[in-house]
């Protein structure tokens, strides 16, 4: 499985932005989708999962009510809508496969592909 993130940029505080991660290699009807953000000096943390063939999403509390996932399966595209952008939010971002199919994973080990990272800054 190959994923490339993009979409990233610079946004002024209460913006938005819209990720995307384009997949590509092998079906993933039985994976699940993830995208994790990296501060500097920080670990990588969870933010959202979707399962690749149904409409179930686990959105981290942090992000919860500001962002969303989605998924486009004819593009195999996963998309990061982020609304209420802060400054906190400011990280590279990436998406991430799971054969487990599971959203309920949010530690990075669980997650065997990933996207190249994306980095999104919010200035205050």
């Known amino acids: 499985v190959q994923l490339q993130a993009y979409g990233g940029g610079l946004v002024q505080a209460g913006g938005s932005l819209r990720l995307s991660c384009a997949a590509s290699?092998?079906?993933?009807?039985?994976?699940?989708m993830g995208w994790f953000r990296q501060a500097p000096g920080k670990e990588r943390v969870f933010v959202a999962a979707i399962k690749w063939n149904d409409d179930m999403t686990n959105i981290d509390y942090s992000v919860n009510g500001r962002f969303t996932i989605s998924r486009d399966n004819p593009k195999n595209t996963v998309y990061l809508q982020m609304n209420s952008l802060k400054p906190e939010d400011t990280a590279v971002y990436y998406c991430?496969?799971?054969?487990?199919?599971?959203?309920?994973?949010?530690?990075?080990?669980?997650?065997?592909?990933w996207g190249q990272g994306t980095q999104v800054t919010v200035s205050s």
């Open positions: 991430a496969a799971s054969s487990s199919g599971s959203i309920w994973y949010t530690r990075p080990f669980r997650y065997g592909y």
């Open positions: 290699g092998r079906t993933l009807d039985d994976y699940s």
